[in-house]
């Protein structure tokens, strides 16, 4: 049974089968130019909108916020590899 699950974990998720994954230092320039564009400016204009505007109230479960924290850091890697790349 545990064999099972091993199997199920190393192996690579589909659509990461055939994913060409760029060396780091080429990350900021491909950023860049990907939103550089005027709809790659409106997408992080709606996930700014959309990651900073939500407020969990009082009752939000630690998840929750944990959940929202990630949202925004992910948003501010993408802000700092365009920035990067822009440079």
């Known amino acids: 049974m545990m064999g099972f699950f091993k199997s199920l974990f190393t ?10 994954v760029p060396a780091r230092e080429d990350a900021p320039a491909i950023f860049a130019r990907l939103f550089s564009s005027d709809d790659g400016q409106k997408v992080l204009s709606y996930l700014r909108a959309s990651v900073n505007a939500r407020v969990a109230g009082p009752e939000a479960s630690e998840a929750v916020l944990r959940y929202c924290d990630g949202q925004r850091a992910l948003l501010q890697t993408i802000h700092g590899l365009v920035e990067q790349g822009r440079n």
């Not at 192996?11 to 060409?20: R, S, V, Y």
């Open 11 to 20: 192996k690579p998720l589909l659509q990461e089968a055939k994913a060409i």
